[in-house]
T-cell receptor, first 110, second 115 residues
């Protein structure tokens, strides 16, 4: 079964609102990464958070990691239409390979 | 833009054709990957090369044959594919360290349609 699973599967919001996506995983990890994919294109790395970190910021992005709950969240603040994309979490388990979840499709309406 | 290029960007092939996908990375990385992305499925890791040696083959059918002639180039040779092989094929590279997977940099992908 998948290591990382995102929730919700799809999210539709208005420009200016915040978007929150969640990721749950099953085994212990070295790090967790978030990627973004515009329709039909390659993935772009957004942020990496290590297992000993609890929160990380990058511009309008805020990622949290709760290793006790085996979960992470990605918050995009003040969303823009250009943020419309699919967002994936990828977990780097201590024993195993980088594994991607199924993704959250985010639509930001102008 | 990411330093990883893929050609062709689109490919249509018949089930009896032989074609190759090419990936090139300009980042000085030591690991390269092939992924398959089908509609409504998670990204599937197909092959991993580290220091030009194949270190992972995820039970991929033999009609897919990878080749890594040097650390900058990766090929995926396709032969006698099936319609269900139609998908977006993504190449990625990273500077892998022992036991750890760091950030991967992806190419734009090749959209493959098998008729």
């Amino acid at each position: 079964s998948q290591q990382g699973e995102e929730d919700p599967q799809a999210l539709s919001i208005q420009e200016g609102e915040n978007a929150t996506m969640n990721c749950s995983y099953k085994t212990s990890i070295n790090n967790l990464q978030w990627y973004r994919q515009n329709s039909g294109r390659g993935l772009v790395h957004l942020i990496l958070i290590r297992s000993n970190e609890r929160e990380k910021h990058s511009g309008r992005l805020r990622v949290t990691l709760d290793t006790s709950k085996k979960s992470s969240s990605l918050l995009i603040t003040a969303s823009r239409a250009a943020d419309t994309a699919s967002y994936f979490c990828a977990t780097d388990p201590i024993y195993g390979k980088l594994t991607f979840g199924q993704g959250t499709i985010l639509t930001v309406h102008p | 833009e990411t330093g990883v290029t893929q050609t062709p960007r689109h490919l249509v092939m018949g089930m009896t054709n032989k074609k190759s996908l090419k990936c090139e990375q300009h980042l000085g990385h030591n690991a390269m990957y092939w992924y398959k992305q089908s509609a409504k499925k998670p990204l599937e890791l197909m092959f991993v090369y580290s220091l030009e040696e194949r270190v992972e083959n995820n039970s991929v059918p033999s009609r897919f044959s990878p080749e890594c002639p040097n650390s900058s180039h990766l090929f995926l040779h396709l032969h006698t594919l099936q319609p269900e092989d139609s998908a977006l094929y993504l190449c990625a590279s990273s500077q892998a360290r022992t036991g750890k997977q760091e950030t991967q940099y992806f190419g734009p992908g090749t959209r493959l349609l098998v008729l």
